[in-house]
């Protein structure tokens, strides 16, 4: 049985993503800012003998699911398409494949995913970073989308504001002659775990430790409320920057992306 949570479920919910607390990062942080009676937040369950088996949150374009193993629901991902068209679908691999057996024309990928394992290797920071403002949203925004690796992951102008805004994470940039050319920003936040998302530095400026000097401030922020910080990062890349950081590979994860304008949820 598919419901549509309210506050009354979360205990349920809460109980299944904290099997897996660090994959569920984004879904438990989500619930735990925005709640169930968001303007821009849906979540449903799928419920058996009073246990939750699968959980399907939107969020703004975006559609996170998380299910047991080959439990993903494809008749209520069929209705649920039908009303909802999202941008962005994520999750674990075996679950977002199922999702696009129904979105054809929509494109698969994978990342690694990534979990700080020692902090020694973190870099010192000498650029001159300056803590963004809801007002810089649209700046933000509009860096990001020249960045393909990570376009995908940022779909609304709006949700970063919001966010800044509600004071849900705190996103670093490096200016050069007025203009963004570095950035990062701490996101979800769960009970245990941080994800850091949206890093990039301009073409143009790369070779220069910029990103590792944003990655290292985020995740000493993170470190000090005593969390694990986390991120996504292109798949096959062994000696990456967040691998040289002290970041170790858990696992993947996966999206399927449209690059159409679609109804938000």
Not at 90 to 96: F, I, L, Y
Not at 116 to 133: F, G, H, I, N, Q
Not at 179 to 188: E, L, R, T, Y
Request: hydrophobic residues 40%; aromatic residues 8%.
């Amino acid at each position: 049985m598919i419901i549509q949570c309210t506050e009354k479920d979360r205990e349920m919910l809460v109980s299944f993503l904290e099997k897996d607390p660090v994959y569920n990062t984004f879904i438990l942080a989500d619930i735990e800012d925005m709640g169930f009676d968001s303007s821009v937040q849906t979540v449903y369950a799928e419920v058996e003998e009073g246990e939750c088996v699968g959980v399907y949150l939107c969020f703004y374009k975006n559609l996170l699911i998380s299910c047991e193993e080959n439990r993903t629901n494809v008749d209520f991902l069929e209705q649920l398409f039908g009303m909802f068209l999202p941008d962005v679908v994520m999750g674990k691999p075996e679950t977002v494949r199922v999702a696009g057996w129904l979105l054809t024309d929509y494109r698969f990928g994978t990342k690694g995913f990534y979990a700080l394992e020692a902090d020694s290797c973190l870099e010192e920071v000498s650029a001159k970073m300056e803590t963004a403002r809801a007002e810089d949203a649209q700046e933000i925004f509009r860096f990001i989308q020249r960045i393909p690796e990570i376009a995908d992951m940022y779909t609304s102008e709006k949700m970063i504001e919001d966010r800044i805004r509600d004071g849900l994470g705190v996103h670093y940039v490096i200016r050069e002659n007025g203009a963004i050319v570095s950035h990062g920003n701490s996101a979800a936040e769960s009970s245990g775990t941080v994800m850091i998302g949206g890093i990039a530095t301009a073409p143009e400026c790369r070779g220069r430790r910029l990103a590792g000097q944003i990655v290292s401030r985020l995740s000493r922020d993170i470190i000090a409320k005593g969390k694990t910080p986390c991120l996504i990062s292109l798949q096959g890349e062994e000696h990456n920057l967040y691998a040289r950081l002290g970041f170790k590979r858990i696992g993947d994860w996966a999206m399927l992306t449209n690059g159409g304008k679609k109804n938000e949820c």
